[in-house]
Nanobody
Framework: VQLQASGGGLVHAGGSLTLSCAAS????????MGWYRQVSGKQRELVAI???????TYADSVKGRFTISRDNTKNTVYLQMEGLKPEDTAVYYC??????????????????WGKGTLVTVSS
């Protein structure tokens, strides 16, 4: 499974940004898709996960500001980020996993990882 993310960049605090991630190869192996992020020097953390049926799990820190969605016809997952804060600055990783439970995937041990895309929020 290959995951290709795009859409990172620099944005001012309070601004918006949308990340996209397209999956290819071995698509029968995945159900849930989503995003983790990592701040330099810290562990990777959950941002949001969405199942093939559309159920989603969000980190508390992004609830109400970020929206995850997916287009199964395009094998693509999106992360719409609004009200961005400097603490959202991180490398964002697209992920995919065979499990159906977004809570389980959000808890860790994700199987497939894409290369990260940097999101920088200036104050």
């Amino acid at each position: 499974v290959q995951l290709q993310a795009s859409g990172g960049g620099l944005v001012h605090a309070g601004g918006s940004l949308t990340l996209s991630c397209a999956a290819s190869g071995g698509l029968f192996r995945i159900n849930s898709m989503g995003w983790y992020r990592q701040v330099s020097g810290k562990q990777r953390e959950l941002v949001a996960i969405i199942s093939g049926a559309g159920a989603a799990t969000y980190a508390d820190s992004v609830k109400g500001r970020f929206t995850i969605s997916r287009d199964n016809t395009k094998n693509t997952v999106y992360l719409q980020m609004e009200g961005l804060k400097p603490e959202d600055t991180a490398v964002y990783y697209c992920v995919a996993d065979p499990r159906y439970s977004t809570r389980e995937v959000g808890a860790g041990d994700v199987v497939y990882w894409g290369k990260g895309t940097l999101v920088t929020v200036s104050s």
